[in-house]
């Protein structure tokens, strides 16, 4: 159990460091694009602008939750990459920390945008979860899907949507072997 907490750590620290060190390629299509042999090269010169190919992103995670009568303060981020254009996979790491026991999760996903769409770009994605619980409790696993749309204003972006996630081997004991919750979040391009 130590040892797993100790990797979950490391694994978490080493997406941080990868993702924040990374360059990020998000830019708007300039209105003198170079020739189409050129777009090969250049991902932010793509009609896709910041969803192309070859694009990265990296995500920080703040805020508070809930669980088990608790309030948590949440902390965490995360890298994609995009391996075609509008589909992006990546990692994810979050913990549930400042209470007793403290949570981390670590999330691997998928998701595509539709990035022909002009201001509202709507988005559809899946991932797997692992959560490793502190004190008593025993570790879990959880998959699930999210929708949404993300609204484009100049550079910036906002995407409202829902995630629904269904926890694998629950014991009912806790609640619903499943939940779903909004998702909201704010980026922007560069």
Same mark, same amino acid.
């Given at each position: 159990?130590k040892? &797993?907490?100790?990797?979950?750590?490391?694994?978490?620290? @080493?997406? $941080?460091?990868?993702?924040?060190?990374?360059?990020v %390629?998000? @830019? !708007?299509?300039? !209105? &003198? @694009? /170079?020739?189409?042999e050129? $777009? +090969?090269?250049?991902?932010? &010169?793509s009609?896709?602008?910041?969803?192309?190919?070859?694009?990265?992103? %990296? =995500?920080? %995670?703040?805020?508070?939750?809930?669980?088990?009568? !608790?309030?948590?303060?949440?902390?965490?981020?995360?890298?994609?990459?995009?391996?075609?254009?509008? $589909?992006?996979?990546g990692?994810?790491?979050e913990?549930?920390?400042?209470?007793? /026991?403290?949570?981390?999760?670590i999330?691997?996903?998928?998701?595509?945008?539709?990035?022909?769409?002009?201001? #509202?770009? /709507?988005?559809?994605?899946?991932?797997y +979860? +692992?959560?490793?619980?502190?004190g =008593?409790?025993?570790d879990? =696993?959880s998959w699930?899907?999210?929708a949404?749309?993300?609204?484009? !204003?100049? @550079?910036?972006? %906002?995407?409202?949507g829902?995630?629904?996630?269904?926890?694998? *081997?629950?014991?009912?004991?806790?609640? *619903?072997?499943?939940?779903?919750?909004p998702?909201i979040?704010?980026? #922007?391009?560069?």
């Amino acid at each position: 159990m130590k040892s &797993n907490k100790a990797m979950l750590m490391i694994t978490l620290l @080493a997406t $941080l460091a990868c993702s924040l060190g990374s360059t990020v %390629v998000m @830019a !708007q299509i300039s !209105q &003198n @694009a /170079p020739p189409e042999e050129d $777009l +090969r090269m250049a991902p932010r &010169n793509s009609p896709a602008g910041p969803f192309a190919k070859g694009s990265k992103r %990296v =995500n920080i %995670v703040g805020g508070m939750g809930s669980t088990l009568g !608790q309030s948590y303060l949440i902390i965490g981020g995360g890298f994609s990459y995009f391996v075609a254009d509008g $589909l992006a996979v990546g990692i994810s790491g979050e913990g549930w920390i400042l209470q007793d /026991p403290t949570i981390w999760k670590i999330s691997p996903d998928i998701r595509y945008t539709f990035w022909k769409m002009d201001k #509202f770009k /709507p988005y559809v994605g899946t991932f797997y +979860r +692992r959560t490793y619980m502190g004190g =008593n409790y025993e570790d879990f =696993n959880s998959w699930g899907g999210r929708a949404g749309v993300a609204y484009r !204003q100049g @550079a910036s972006y %906002v995407s409202l949507g829902v995630v629904h996630e269904v926890f694998m *081997d629950w014991d009912d004991r806790f609640g *619903d072997s499943y939940t779903t919750y909004p998702e909201i979040s704010f980026w #922007f391009s560069f």
